[in-house]
Nanobody, 124 residues
Framework: EVQLVESGGGLVQAGGSLRLSCAASGFTDNYTIGWFRQAPGKEREAVSCLSSNDGRTYYLFSVKDRFTISSDNAENTVYLQMNSLKPEDTAIYYC??????????????????WGQGTQVTVSS
């Protein structure tokens, strides 16, 4: 059974840091992993993605230089280090696995497996 499990969310003050983890299991091949977030009343948006093919990364403009995506292949885990957090980063954060041969890793509809999400709340 394919499974993605996020952890590491929580409540933090503005300027603080959190590290999210996405533990993958049941996969028989490497998958590109994306981190998405969804705030109340807003659409789900891609925050950061890591290509399994060439290591290419994507970052949402508003998180560049603050967030870093990385992976530990031995642990089958993808991390999202979030620094200098802002109240506008408050959302449920999801990790997801990209559908094979999908072209655009920024598009939520191209992802086939999703975790249950972890809440990140940044207080001002």
């Amino acid at each position: 059974e394919v499974q993605l499990v996020e952890s590491g969310g929580g409540l933090v003050q503005a300027g603080g840091s959190l590290r999210l983890s996405c533990a993958a299991s049941g996969f028989t091949d490497n998958y590109t992993i994306g981190w998405f977030r969804q705030a109340p009343g807003k659409e789900r948006e891609a925050v950061s993605c890591l290509s399994s093919n060439d290591g290419r990364t994507y970052y949402l403009f508003s998180v560049k230089d603050r967030f870093t995506i990385s992976s530990d292949n031995a642990e089958n885990t993808v991390y999202l280090q979030m620094n200098s957090l802002k109240p506008e980063d408050t959302a449920i954060y999801y990790c997801a696995a990209l559908r094979p041969f999908a072209q655009d890793m920024r598009v939520a509809g191209n992802y086939v497996y999703w975790g249950q999400g972890t809440q990140v709340t940044v207080s001002s």
